[in-house]
């Protein structure tokens, strides 16, 4: 089922919640809203389950117009971040829930109905709990039986708001994985918010970064977080290290130092360069122009990786640095050394995107 989302707005009195949305979602992806709390997300997410209704544009399912039809009418499974699960009801009653209460003529019979509920609890690998009740669940556990009640209506849209969002970082890492290899089996065209990036990223064919009611970029997740469209999506999609400077000849000017820019990057009297922790390493001796001149101010080891903050030795301005445990080692630098930054990589938008985003 292809969703269109055309010419979208939404308001709340005064505030403009989304401001002219246009999205296509094809059948059997997997989509996710990606952006910071008060973006929007939610609310395009309710307005496609029909929970909420636009101010102005059209949804269209497989290419028919679904604005005005009611939620019941949509086919939509919904997955809330609270599991929404009736505590009374044992998990069998639970997912079975769903089609026991559709009109007569549409209900399955008690043993097909038997038969799809033991079905989906092997899919989401619990067919042991099914006698037990919600209070005697984990939180993975629950959020995959509300899965399993979303799917026993075989909607032709699944919609999930944070749904892991309830959940410490282990089990949500479990579950992204179980829910990417769940949706690969199943290909029920799917929508799910979240403000989590690396959640996005992981799960997603593609993310769409809203912000302040607005899409920034739509993209597979490498060419979201390898190519940002904006200063926005930059900073949202992990962390990163501004310098400030000039463009010049195909060089960054920051400071004295000079780092060739990819080609056809436009001559700036003043600039933001971005790099990502990861791209910018560290050098002992100086290799030329090429390197920022920094002292080492603190050395975090976090898990298989280490952070290092730096501190600029022309403007005390920090560097944050990712580097592996080997480079570490063959570095042995110590807190308070002087020594050389180098950014393997820096981006650079256009003045006017720049600009744009400033004044967002």
């Given amino acids: 089922m292809s969703i269109t989302i055309n010419n979208i707005q939404k308001s709340f009195g005064a505030f403009k919640a989304l401001k002219n949305i246009n999205l296509e979602i094809a059948g059997g992806e997997l989509v996710a809203l990606l952006g910071p709390s008060g973006c929007g997300k939610t609310t395009l997410l309710r307005i496609i389950a029909g929970l909420e209704a636009p101010d102005a544009g059209q949804i269209l399912f497989h290419g028919e117009d679904a604005t005005d039809r009611h939620v019941r009418e949509r086919q939509v499974g919904f997955v809330f971040q609270h599991y929404a699960l009736f505590r009374h009801m044992t998990v069998f009653e639970n997912i079975a829930f769903g089609l026991r209460v559709r009109p007569k003529h549409q209900r399955p019979a008690e043993a097909e109905i038997r038969e799809r509920v033991h079905k989906l609890l092997n899919l989401v690998q619990l067919d042991w709990l099914a006698d037990r009740y919600p209070p005697q669940l984990s939180g993975g556990q629950r959020q995959r039986i509300a899965l399993a009640r979303a799917l026993a209506v075989e909607p032709k849209v699944l919609l999930l708001d944070e ?198």
């Fill in 163 to 360: 749904p892991f969002g309830a959940l410490d970082a282990k089990v949500r890492k479990e579950l992204r994985r179980w829910l990417r290899r769940l949706h690969d089996e199943l290909h029920v065209t799917s929508v799910f918010v979240t403000h989590d990036q690396e959640e996005a990223l992981e799960v997603a064919d593609r993310v769409v970064v809203l912000n302040e009611g607005q899409i920034e970029q739509v993209g597979t997740p490498d060419e979201v977080y390898d190519h940002p469209a904006s200063p926005f999506v930059f900073e949202f999609l992990g962390d990163v290290n501004l310098f400030h400077g000039r463009v010049h000849d195909g060089h960054a000017n920051i400071g004295d130092a000079q780092v060739l820019l990819p080609e056809g990057t436009n001559s700036q009297e003043a600039a933001v360069f971005y790099a990502r922790p990861h791209e910018i390493d560290i050098l002992r001796e100086s290799p030329g122009a090429s390197a920022i001149a920094a002292r080492v101010y603190d050395i975090r080891p976090l898990g298989a990786t280490v952070w290092v903050e730096l501190e600029r030795e022309s403007d005390q301005g920090i560097i944050e640095v990712e580097l592996s445990r080997d480079r570490l080692d063959t570095l042995a630098i110590q807190r308070g050394e002087a020594v050389y930054v180098h950014p393997k990589r820096l981006k650079v938008f256009d003045e006017a995107i720049s600009k744009a985003a400033v004044g967002h």
